[in-house]
């Protein structure tokens, strides 16, 4: 099976700049999440995703971020503009629905951005 | 407060000793406890998975969770390099609701 994809592994921008990220999810999981790691803490998710729906975006600062699931399937994470704050891993997570059994999200290895 | 409170802090041991990682919480809507282990420039994998209180065993790692105490705790036995990571421990609510909250992590070193 394979894993959650994410693109690019690392990202340098200026302040200001704009940035996006891309997630495939593993075939057939209806459910996707990005979630921000910022350095020595654990990640906190930011959106939730049901197929092409919001199911969670509680904890996303939408005066600069956004995000889209199209289709269901592969997400795009935007960030404009950037702070120096949003320096962190950008980590892309699927799980399948409904949730049964031993359950844990698959996470991608992430997006590291750095805000210079 | 934070909702998760995770230690110790960085923790360096050698190789073969027994390594005590701890969570306590204060959310009592939290059935579902998860470890998950983060090698460097890697994503979190899923390591141990908990429903509501007791022990879980696989291999050279147990899982406690008493939900009585809001406290969980993952038990590496014989520690090998390899295990050299850090520790999440993360927990969600009941079914439907999937958002995970986690710890901040504990930097493992297990020195040959």
């Known amino acids: 099976e394979a894993g959650v994809a994410q693109s690019p592994r690392y990202k340098i921008i200026e302040k200001r700049q704009s940035v996006a990220f891309w997630c495939n999810p593993i075939s057939g999981h209806a459910t996707l999440y990005w979630y921000q790691q910022i350095l020595g803490q654990g990640p906190k998710l930011l959106i939730q995703f049901q197929n092409n729906g919001v199911v969670d975006d509680s904890q996303l600062p939408k005066d600069r971020f956004s995000a889209e699931r199209l289709k269901g399937v592969d997400s795009t994470l935007k960030i404009q503009p950037a702070k120096l704050e949003d320096s962190a891993v950008y980590l892309c997570a699927s799980s399948p629905r409904p949730v049964q059994g031993n359950y844990g999200y698959t996470f991608g290895s992430g997006t590291r951005l750095t805000v210079v | 407060q934070k909702e998760v409170e995770q230690d110790p802090g960085p923790l360096s041991v050698p190789e073969g000793a027994i390594v005590s990682l701890n969570c306590t919480y204060s959310?009592?809507?939290?059935?579902?406890f998860m470890w998950y282990r983060q090698y460097s420039r890697k994503g979190p994998e899923l390591l141990m998975y908990t429903y509501s209180s007791g022990n879980k065993e696989d291999g050279r790692f147990t899982a406690q969770v008493d939900k009585s105490s809001k406290y969980i705790s993952l038990f590496i036995r014989d520690s090998q390099p390899s295990d050299s990571a850090t520790y999440l421990c993360a927990m969600r609510a009941g079914f439907g609701n999937e958002k995970l909250t986690f710890g901040t992590g504990t930097r493992l070193t297990i020195i040959p």
């Open positions: 959310n009592s809507a939290f059935q579902y």
